[in-house]
């Protein structure tokens, strides 16, 4: 019974699906989906002026490059709204091109495996005369504004970095004063040759008569307290002292004064010259900076005590510690400059001392420092230290 009841189930499931199928096909062949309309496409009436100005094309950007117009090239980038910065910028550029392109279709090659010449002087000369031909360009083309234009700062103010108050036309000068005495001082070829070291020295000579010619007083004055050899020291050695404009302006004057044209004899007589000369201007440098001062500004000077800063600043040494190591070694050179002079001691018995000294004094700044930055101290003090003993120790 109940298998017959099963079998009349599905025959009706069955039956169910073959209506269905029946249904949709008649719905889909009997009722197709219109055909697609055909696209026709719409005129839009355009305004005349519209459909010109969509029709013109872009007048290309043509811009003339010859190396004589310059000028031209400006006019051009004016004439289509370019800012006038930015043309300074484009005509520079462009300029720097066709030089560089000069330059390189003049240079010539050396071997790698042959040494490159060291007289460069004519080369010198002719960047010299390029970078003024360059000035003029611009000058032409921008007029005298151009000069106060930072991006021409190169060519108008060379040496504006430190000499800005000079005014342009002196910096040119100076700058090609100086490059050109540089180029003609460069060593030649093979050995020292006394006469070189003598032509060199008549050189510097020459140029120094060449810029007080060209600068006022007042201007050669200005350069000396920044570019002269003694400045470099003076900048060097005070560098870590509290010290004001004016103070080391007052003590670059007593020094030059003294120690500049000190020497007028060579050799030895030479040196008790400079030496004597350093003697008064650091009397006059202490009345004027006072006695603590003094002290402080004295130990700058003192290649142990930078060699020492040095030391402290690689270990992570305190300036007191440094300070107390400069105080054992500055004893030690005391006691060195004593054994020297005793003549009641044999060569052999004066050895042993001064090497007592350098152990007892190893072992101080040991005890300060540590091991590690000790060794470091005597590595790079000792040679000082014993020159100072044989000129007599500092106060």
Same mark, same amino acid.
């Given at each position: ?8 189930? &599905? ?56 190396? @004589? &117009? ?49 007289? &460069? ?9 390029? @970078? ?208 020297? @002079? &005793? ?53």
């Amino acid at each position: 019974m109940g298998v017959h009841i099963q079998m009349i189930k &599905n025959i009706v499931i069955l039956a169910l699906f073959v209506v269905n199928g029946t249904l949709v096909y008649a719905f889909v062949v009997r009722n197709p989906p219109p055909p697609p309309q055909p696209f026709t496409p719409q005129i839009v009436p355009v305004n005349q002026d519209m459909a010109q100005e969509a029709t013109l094309e872009p007048a290309p950007l043509e811009l003339i490059t010859p190396r @004589e &117009n310059y000028g031209t090239l400006t006019e051009q980038l004016r004439e289509r709204g370019v800012s006038e910065d930015l043309i300074r910028q484009m005509v520079l550029a462009t300029i720097d091109r066709d030089f560089l392109l000069d330059q390189q279709a003049q240079r010539i090659d050396t071997p790698y495996w042959k040494r490159p010449p060291r007289d &460069n002087y004519e080369t010198v000369l002719a960047t010299l005369e390029l @970078e003024d031909n360059k000035r003029n360009m611009l000058l032409e083309i921008f007029g005298d504004e151009i000069i106060d234009d930072p991006l021409f700062e190169n060519l108008f103010k060379p040496l504006n970095e430190t000499l800005a108050f000079l005014s342009s036309d002196k910096q040119i000068a100076l700058d090609s004063l100086i490059r050109s005495n540089q180029a003609a001082s460069t060593p030649r070829d093979g050995g020292f040759l006394r006469e070189n070291w003598v032509d060199r020295q008549t050189s510097e000579q020459d140029l120094e008569r060449a810029i007080q010619e060209l600068l006022s007083q007042d201007e050669y004055m200005e350069y000396q307290l920044r570019e002269s050899a003694l400045a470099g020291t003076m900048r060097r050695s005070m560098d870590g002292l509290d010290s004001s404009e004016q103070e080391y302006r007052d003590i670059y004057e007593i020094r030059n004064a003294l120690e500049t044209n000190a020497v007028t004899l060579s050799g030895r007589e030479g040196r008790q010259e400079l030496l004597a000369a350093r003697e008064e201007a650091n009397q006059q440098i202490e009345d004027y900076l006072g006695p603590q001062r003094f002290e402080e500004y004295e130990r700058l000077q003192d290649p142990v005590y930078r060699s020492l800063q040095s030391v402290g600043e690689r270990y992570g040494t305190s300036d007191a510690n440094v300070l107390a190591v400069y105080e054992v070694t500055n004893d030690a050179a005391s006691r060195i400059q004593e054994v020297t @002079e &005793n003549s009641d001691l044999s060569r052999s018995e004066r050895r042993q001392k001064m090497s007592e000294i350098q152990t007892d004094t190893h072992v101080q700044v040991t005890d300060i420092l540590g091991e590690e930055a000790a060794k470091s101290v005597q590595q790079n003090t000792s040679r000082f230290i014993f020159r100072r003993a044989g000129r007599g120790s500092r106060r």
